[in-house]
T-cell receptor
Framework: GAVVSQHPSRVICKSGTSVKIECRSLDFQATTMFWYRQFPKKSLMLMATSNEGSKATYEQGVEKDKFLINHASLTLSTLTVTSAHPEDSSFYIC?????????????FGEGSRLTVL | KNQVEQSPQSLIILEGKNCTLQCNYTVSPFSNLRWYKQDTGRGPVSLTIMTFSENTKSNGRYTATLDADTKQSSLHITASQLSDSASYICVVSGDSNYQLIWGAGTKLIIKP
Protein backbone atom coordinates (compact mmCIF):
# COMPACT_ATOMS: atom_id res chain seq x y z
CA GLY A 1 0.00 0.00 0.00
CA ALA A 2 0.96 3.62 -0.34
CA VAL A 3 2.43 5.09 2.83
CA VAL A 4 3.06 8.71 3.63
CA SER A 5 5.16 9.48 6.66
CA GLN A 6 5.28 12.77 8.52
CA HIS A 7 7.93 13.80 10.99
CA PRO A 8 7.84 14.94 13.69
CA SER A 9 4.42 13.85 14.87
CA ARG A 10 4.56 16.34 17.72
CA VAL A 11 6.73 19.38 18.24
CA ILE A 12 6.78 22.08 20.88
CA CYS A 13 8.81 25.18 20.24
CA LYS A 14 9.34 28.65 21.61
CA SER A 15 7.85 31.69 19.96
CA GLY A 16 10.15 33.14 17.33
CA THR A 17 11.83 29.89 16.36
CA SER A 18 11.38 28.02 13.10
CA VAL A 19 10.08 24.48 12.79
CA LYS A 20 10.48 22.10 9.87
CA ILE A 21 8.00 19.32 9.17
CA GLU A 22 8.85 16.56 6.71
CA CYS A 23 6.47 14.63 4.51
CA ARG A 24 7.79 11.51 2.80
CA SER A 25 6.16 9.08 0.42
CA LEU A 26 7.76 5.81 1.47
CA ASP A 27 6.89 3.40 -1.31
CA PHE A 28 5.88 5.57 -4.24
CA GLN A 29 6.90 8.71 -6.08
CA ALA A 30 4.82 11.82 -5.62
CA THR A 31 5.12 14.65 -8.10
CA THR A 32 2.60 16.61 -6.11
CA MET A 33 2.13 16.90 -2.39
CA PHE A 34 -0.34 18.98 -0.46
CA TRP A 35 -0.11 20.69 2.90
CA TYR A 36 -3.13 21.22 5.11
CA ARG A 37 -3.85 22.84 8.41
CA GLN A 38 -6.58 21.62 10.70
CA PHE A 39 -8.06 23.49 13.63
CA PRO A 40 -9.82 21.65 16.44
CA LYS A 41 -13.13 20.14 15.37
CA LYS A 42 -12.75 21.61 11.90
CA SER A 43 -12.05 20.01 8.56
CA LEU A 44 -8.77 20.22 6.72
CA MET A 45 -7.85 23.53 5.12
CA LEU A 46 -5.55 23.37 2.10
CA MET A 47 -2.56 25.64 2.58
CA ALA A 48 -0.49 24.95 -0.51
CA THR A 49 0.26 22.58 -3.35
CA SER A 50 3.86 21.45 -3.51
CA ASN A 51 5.27 20.44 -6.91
CA GLU A 52 8.57 18.63 -7.22
CA GLY A 53 11.25 20.88 -8.61
CA SER A 54 9.17 24.03 -8.73
CA LYS A 55 7.69 26.64 -6.44
CA ALA A 56 4.71 25.79 -4.31
CA THR A 57 1.30 27.21 -5.08
CA TYR A 58 -0.23 28.84 -2.03
CA GLU A 59 -3.92 29.21 -1.28
CA GLN A 60 -5.34 32.66 -0.78
CA GLY A 61 -4.57 34.04 2.63
CA VAL A 62 -1.61 31.75 3.32
CA GLU A 63 1.65 33.64 3.78
CA LYS A 64 4.35 32.09 1.60
CA ASP A 65 7.13 33.73 3.60
CA LYS A 66 5.67 32.35 6.79
CA PHE A 67 5.12 28.82 5.58
CA LEU A 68 8.08 27.81 3.42
CA ILE A 69 7.56 24.74 1.30
CA ASN A 70 10.29 22.82 -0.47
CA HIS A 71 9.74 19.77 -2.67
CA ALA A 72 13.27 18.81 -3.63
CA SER A 73 12.66 15.20 -4.59
CA LEU A 74 9.85 12.91 -5.70
CA THR A 75 9.54 11.49 -2.20
CA LEU A 76 10.06 14.45 0.11
CA SER A 77 8.36 17.76 0.76
CA THR A 78 9.05 19.98 3.75
CA LEU A 79 7.02 22.68 5.43
CA THR A 80 8.92 25.20 7.52
CA VAL A 81 6.97 27.43 9.85
CA THR A 82 9.21 30.46 10.22
CA SER A 83 9.29 32.70 13.27
CA ALA A 84 6.51 30.69 14.84
CA HIS A 85 3.93 32.35 17.04
CA PRO A 86 1.31 30.81 19.33
CA GLU A 87 -1.37 31.36 16.68
CA ASP A 88 0.57 29.01 14.41
CA SER A 89 -0.16 26.18 16.82
CA SER A 90 -2.18 23.67 14.87
CA PHE A 91 -2.33 20.21 13.35
CA TYR A 92 -0.51 20.12 10.02
CA ILE A 93 -1.17 17.29 7.58
CA CYS A 94 0.39 16.46 4.24
CA UNK A 95 -0.90 14.31 1.43
CA UNK A 96 0.70 12.91 -1.67
CA UNK A 97 -0.63 11.96 -5.07
CA UNK A 98 1.09 8.99 -6.66
CA UNK A 99 2.88 9.91 -9.89
CA UNK A 100 1.40 8.38 -13.00
CA UNK A 101 -2.11 7.87 -11.73
CA UNK A 102 -5.11 9.78 -12.96
CA UNK A 103 -7.53 8.79 -10.24
CA UNK A 104 -6.32 11.57 -8.05
CA UNK A 105 -6.29 9.35 -4.98
CA UNK A 106 -4.44 11.02 -2.16
CA UNK A 107 -2.54 9.35 0.62
CA PHE A 108 -2.28 11.25 3.86
CA GLY A 109 0.40 11.46 6.46
CA GLU A 110 -0.37 10.99 10.13
CA GLY A 111 -0.13 14.69 10.83
CA SER A 112 2.17 16.86 12.91
CA ARG A 113 0.92 18.71 15.95
CA LEU A 114 2.74 21.98 16.46
CA THR A 115 2.53 23.81 19.76
CA VAL A 116 4.18 27.21 19.97
CA LEU A 117 4.72 28.50 23.49
CA LYS B 1 -20.53 28.54 -4.76
CA ASN B 2 -18.91 25.11 -4.43
CA GLN B 3 -19.94 23.60 -1.13
CA VAL B 4 -20.10 20.26 0.59
CA GLU B 5 -22.49 19.87 3.49
CA GLN B 6 -22.57 16.88 5.79
CA SER B 7 -25.17 15.71 8.24
CA PRO B 8 -25.53 15.00 11.01
CA GLN B 9 -22.75 17.02 12.59
CA SER B 10 -22.35 14.31 15.21
CA LEU B 11 -23.90 10.94 15.90
CA ILE B 12 -23.83 8.52 18.81
CA ILE B 13 -24.91 4.92 18.32
CA LEU B 14 -24.54 1.65 20.15
CA GLU B 15 -22.00 -0.92 19.08
CA GLY B 16 -23.42 -3.34 16.56
CA LYS B 17 -25.97 -0.91 15.15
CA ASN B 18 -25.98 0.44 11.60
CA CYS B 19 -25.85 4.09 10.66
CA THR B 20 -25.94 6.32 7.59
CA LEU B 21 -24.10 9.57 7.11
CA GLN B 22 -25.20 12.10 4.52
CA CYS B 23 -23.32 14.38 2.16
CA ASN B 24 -24.88 16.98 -0.15
CA TYR B 25 -22.78 18.97 -2.56
CA THR B 26 -23.12 21.82 -5.00
CA VAL B 27 -19.73 21.37 -6.69
CA SER B 28 -19.76 21.81 -10.44
CA PRO B 29 -18.23 20.49 -12.58
CA PHE B 30 -17.96 17.22 -10.72
CA SER B 31 -15.05 14.83 -10.98
CA ASN B 32 -15.36 12.43 -8.07
CA LEU B 33 -16.55 12.09 -4.49
CA ARG B 34 -14.48 10.65 -1.67
CA TRP B 35 -15.17 9.52 1.84
CA TYR B 36 -12.39 9.64 4.39
CA LYS B 37 -12.19 8.38 7.96
CA GLN B 38 -10.13 10.47 10.34
CA ASP B 39 -9.30 9.26 13.80
CA THR B 40 -8.63 11.98 16.36
CA GLY B 41 -5.11 13.30 15.97
CA ARG B 42 -4.40 11.23 12.86
CA GLY B 43 -4.39 11.83 9.14
CA PRO B 44 -7.44 10.94 7.00
CA VAL B 45 -7.67 7.47 5.51
CA SER B 46 -9.48 6.92 2.24
CA LEU B 47 -12.60 4.73 2.38
CA THR B 48 -14.03 5.13 -1.12
CA ILE B 49 -13.69 7.18 -4.28
CA MET B 50 -16.65 7.33 -6.69
CA THR B 51 -16.85 8.87 -10.11
CA PHE B 52 -19.93 10.21 -11.87
CA SER B 53 -20.95 6.84 -13.26
CA GLU B 54 -20.70 4.90 -10.01
CA ASN B 55 -23.78 4.56 -7.82
CA THR B 56 -22.41 2.46 -5.03
CA LYS B 57 -19.07 1.25 -3.75
CA SER B 58 -18.26 -0.90 -0.76
CA ASN B 59 -15.21 -1.25 1.41
CA GLY B 60 -15.82 -3.91 4.01
CA ARG B 61 -18.58 -2.72 6.34
CA TYR B 62 -18.61 0.68 4.64
CA THR B 63 -20.91 1.25 1.66
CA ALA B 64 -21.03 4.57 -0.12
CA THR B 65 -23.75 5.61 -2.54
CA LEU B 66 -23.80 8.44 -5.01
CA ASP B 67 -26.70 10.11 -6.79
CA ALA B 68 -25.10 12.53 -9.23
CA ASP B 69 -28.50 13.85 -10.31
CA THR B 70 -29.51 15.03 -6.85
CA LYS B 71 -25.88 15.59 -5.85
CA GLN B 72 -26.16 13.48 -2.75
CA SER B 73 -24.00 10.79 -1.27
CA SER B 74 -24.33 8.59 1.77
CA LEU B 75 -21.97 6.42 3.75
CA HIS B 76 -23.58 3.42 5.41
CA ILE B 77 -21.77 1.63 8.20
CA THR B 78 -22.96 -1.86 9.01
CA ALA B 79 -22.59 -3.60 12.36
CA SER B 80 -20.64 -0.76 13.90
CA GLN B 81 -17.58 -1.42 16.01
CA LEU B 82 -15.92 0.69 18.67
CA SER B 83 -13.06 1.34 16.26
CA ASP B 84 -15.49 3.07 13.91
CA SER B 85 -15.52 6.04 16.27
CA ALA B 86 -13.98 8.81 14.17
CA SER B 87 -14.79 11.76 11.97
CA TYR B 88 -16.05 10.89 8.50
CA ILE B 89 -15.33 13.47 5.89
CA CYS B 90 -16.94 13.82 2.48
CA VAL B 91 -14.74 15.45 -0.15
CA VAL B 92 -15.78 16.37 -3.67
CA SER B 93 -13.31 16.89 -6.47
CA GLY B 94 -14.17 19.63 -8.93
CA ASP B 95 -12.77 20.35 -12.35
CA SER B 96 -9.45 18.73 -11.60
CA ASN B 97 -8.21 16.19 -9.16
CA TYR B 98 -6.45 18.97 -7.32
CA GLN B 99 -9.53 20.99 -6.50
CA LEU B 100 -10.98 19.34 -3.42
CA ILE B 101 -13.97 20.76 -1.60
CA TRP B 102 -14.01 19.44 1.95
CA GLY B 103 -17.08 18.84 4.07
CA ALA B 104 -16.92 19.66 7.76
CA GLY B 105 -17.26 16.00 8.68
CA THR B 106 -19.57 13.94 10.86
CA LYS B 107 -18.21 12.93 14.22
CA LEU B 108 -19.35 9.38 14.94
CA ILE B 109 -19.16 7.91 18.43
CA ILE B 110 -19.79 4.23 18.98
CA LYS B 111 -20.75 3.30 22.53
CA PRO B 112 -20.44 -0.21 23.98
Amino acid sequence: GAVVSQHPSRVICKSGTSVKIECRSLDFQATTMFWYRQFPKKSLMLMATSNEGSKATYEQGVEKDKFLINHASLTLSTLTVTSAHPEDSSFYICSARRTGTNTGELFFGEGSRLTVL
Amino acid sequence: KNQVEQSPQSLIILEGKNCTLQCNYTVSPFSNLRWYKQDTGRGPVSLTIMTFSENTKSNGRYTATLDADTKQSSLHITASQLSDSASYICVVSGDSNYQLIWGAGTKLIIKP
